[in-house]
Structures are given as structure tokens and as C-alpha cells.
């Protein structure tokens, strides 16, 4: 392989690296805003599962993703997967 493309192609391996670590600390961020949620959700009496809100974010993330070419299908399980370990986080915190 030719240095040139080699440099290129650690590169952009860096720059995806660079990429996920910035989605680990933004997911550890989120759990957190999800531990405070729980205390307040506990404080005032309401549950922890919210549907309507649920499916709010849901539809909202897709028509997000999909105005930056992702695809709504992955993004919808994506976020299916992030919102069930939010209320996992909840359930465990209140």
C-alpha cells in the first residue's frame, strides 16, 4: 500500500476513533441527565415510562437523522436501545 494512502487511511481510522469517543462521553452525559430525571420524576410522584414522550423523541430523532442522510430505521433502534437504558438507569436510580 502507498504511504500516502496509508496516512490517509490512519487518519480518517483517528478521526472516527475521535468520532466514538465524543458518543461515549455524550451518552455518559445523557445517563446522568437521565439519574437527575429520575429524582425528579420521584419528587413529584410521575413515572418513569412516559409513551407519548417516548414516541415524540422517537419521531423527532428519525426526521433529524434523516436530514442528515442517516437512516431513519437505524436511528429509530438506535435510539430505541438508548431510551430503554435511560429507563433501566431510572428504574434503578429512583
Given at each position: ?6 496516512k490517509?487511511l ?19 452525559k ?13 419528587s ?26 442517516l ?24
Amino acid at each position: 500500500m502507498k504511504k500516502s494512502v496509508r496516512k490517509e487511511l490512519d487518519a480518517i481510522r483517528a478521526g472516527i476513533d475521535k468520532v466514538d469517543n465524543a458518543v461515549v462521553r455524550e451518552l455518559a452525559k445523557r445517563r446522568a441527565l437521565s439519574v437527575r430525571l429520575a429524582r425528579v420524576k420521584k419528587s413529584l410522584k410521575v413515572p418513569i415510562y412516559d409513551r407519548p414522550r417516548e414516541e415524540a423523541l422517537i419521531a423527532r430523532v428519525k426526521k433529524w437523522g434523516a436530514a442528515h442522510e442517516l437512516n431513519e430505521e437505524f436511528v429509530e433502534v438506535l435510539f430505541r436501545l438508548i431510551v430503554m437504558n435511560s429507563k433501566e438507569v431510572q428504574y434503578h436510580s429512583s
